[in-house]
């Protein structure tokens, strides 16, 4: 029951810190509001409004008891009463209305009603509040007269409600609206360390990022920072080892051709000549690899132009691209897209004789499907083919002539652009390669 209710309470919630936040706030405050609100309501507000009104029926019994028991003196008490309080006092011998004129949800209609029924009894009393903007009417049967009274409003209900709900409904907007530019203030920098962590973790450099905020956010904001740069260095270091041994062993490969070039023995020399190959791709693989860690700067990209400069590279009629859009351009690292869009294509034309590129732009994703009708790969070996330094051996060797890093970087880098990359079997029973990257 409390775990149903708990995560009840959790999707009501807002999920952002700053609305979150502003609740914690605001929350405590409103209630407050309301609690005074009804406490001055009901025990302060109906108690005054319930004495003023019993007094206001007091004074109208006693007038009727003097018409009633002494008539010589009515004129001057009337009088009396006009210049003392305020009231219109009229004596008439009148049909005593029948239709009603009070309001029935008015908190002054329904006390007024009750102190009139327990003095006047009832059809013994009429009154109308709506009528005059300043003063009440009322009618009192007496006999075969009715006495018809006009009294001012504040005789009835007290006029301080208006001000305490603007006294308690004003100060609470005010503290509020403050909140809300503390909040903001406060929040900002959480916002800017999110946009930063979701920038490195798509594979951006972050040089321009400024610890801002509170104490503790200025520590989480430094630390990031710190460990950014760690890992900037670490990589930057791993791609300039394999970069710096991938060129020193260039150096005693070219030897190597030389030395079998002077052979006599041609049969060994074209043996070993393949092996020599065979490591001269294997560094350019490296090489490869290597270069996709280096730092390049995240940039505006056309990814239609991108694509079309790829077709007019390979120049191969068997090679098609179809979009439904022309304007499809999203933020990452041009050469890096560049490489994996060109390793996908390069291993369907080896592989197959077509290759189908399609691009489509959706709601958050661009999906680019590649799909060729060589001969696949099998199911079971979608998830190794993106390992590092495996080679598939079976129905289709993407990497039989390299070490096995050509889906693993495209992957990385597709990752790295907050994109996923997934295989599957092409309508021309080959491979599939479905790519999306948001935009």
């Known amino acids: 029951m409390f775990s149903g209710l708990n995560?009840?309470?959790?999707?009501?919630?807002?999920?952002?810190?700053?609305?979150?936040?502003?609740?914690?706030?605001?929350?405590?405050?409103?209630?407050?509001?309301?609690?005074?609100?009804?406490?001055?309501?009901?025990?302060?507000?109906?108690?005054?409004?319930?004495?003023?009104?019993?007094?206001?029926?007091?004074?109208?019994?006693?007038?009727?008891?003097?018409?009633?028991?002494?008539?010589?003196?009515?004129?001057?008490?009337?009088?009396?009463?006009?210049?003392?309080?305020?009231?219109?006092?009229?004596?008439?011998?009148?049909?005593?209305?029948?239709?009603?004129?009070?309001?029935?949800?008015?908190?002054?209609?329904?006390?007024?009603?009750?102190?009139?029924?327990?003095v006047f009894g009832n059809d013994n009393y009429w009154f109308n509040t709506s009528k005059f903007k300043n003063a009440v009417e009322i009618k009192i049967r007496s006999g075969n007269n009715v006495i018809e009274f006009l009294v001012p409003k504040e005789m009835v209900s007290t006029s301080s409600v208006r001000l305490f709900v603007l006294w308690t409904t004003l100060p609470s907007l005010v503290l509020i609206i403050v909140a809300l530019i503390f909040l903001k203030n406060q929040t900002k920098p959480l916002v800017k360390l999110a946009k930063a962590a979701e920038r490195f973790g798509k594979g951006d450099y972050v040089n321009d990022f400024r610890a801002s905020g509170s104490q503790e956010i200025r520590k989480a904001a430094f630390e990031f920072d710190r460990m950014a740069k760690r890992i900037n260095r670490h990589l930057n270091q791993r791609a300039e080892m394999l970069s710096g041994i991938s060129h020193d062993l260039r150096t005693p490969l070219t030897r190597l051709k030389l030395q079998l070039a002077m052979l006599k023995q041609k049969d060994v020399s074209d043996k070993m000549s393949k092996d020599i190959d065979e490591m001269e791709k294997m560094l350019n693989d490296y090489l490869h690899f290597a270069k996709t860690q280096a730092q390049e700067t995240t940039s505006e990209i056309d990814l239609i132009y991108l694509l079309n400069s790829l077709k007019n590279e390979f120049n191969d009629k068997n090679l098609s691209l179809d979009y439904n859009d022309s304007n499809i351009k999203i933020n990452g690292r041009p050469i890096a897209l560049k490489r994996s869009f060109e390793n996908i294509i390069q291993n369907g034309l080896t592989y197959g004789e077509k290759v189908e590129i399609n691009a489509h732009k959706g709601n958050k994703f661009i999906v680019v499907l590649i799909e060729d009708d060589g001969p696949g790969i099998p199911e079971d070996q979608y998830k190794n083919v993106f390992k590092p330094f495996f080679r598939l051996d079976k129905s289709r060797s993407l990497n039989k002539s390299g070490v096995g890093l050509g889906l693993a970087i495209v992957e990385d880098v597709i990752n790295s652009h907050g994109g996923n990359i997934q295989l599957s079997k092409s309508k021309y029973s080959g491979l599939q390669v479905k790519i999306s990257l948001p935009f």
């Open 7 to 118: 995560n009840f309470i959790k999707y009501i919630l807002p999920k952002r810190l700053f609305y979150r936040a502003l609740i914690i706030v605001a929350a405590p405050t409103i209630i407050l509001q309301i609690i005074i609100t009804i406490v001055f309501y009901d025990s302060i507000w109906i108690k005054a409004n319930k004495n003023i009104t019993r007094s206001l029926v007091n004074q109208l019994k006693t007038i009727e008891e003097v018409y009633k028991n002494d008539n010589k003196n009515l004129d001057f008490f009337t009088d009396s009463y006009k210049n003392n309080f305020n009231f219109e006092i009229g004596i008439k011998q009148d049909i005593f209305p029948n239709n009603t004129g009070e309001r029935k949800f008015s908190p002054m209609d329904r006390s007024l009603r009750r102190e009139l029924k327990s």
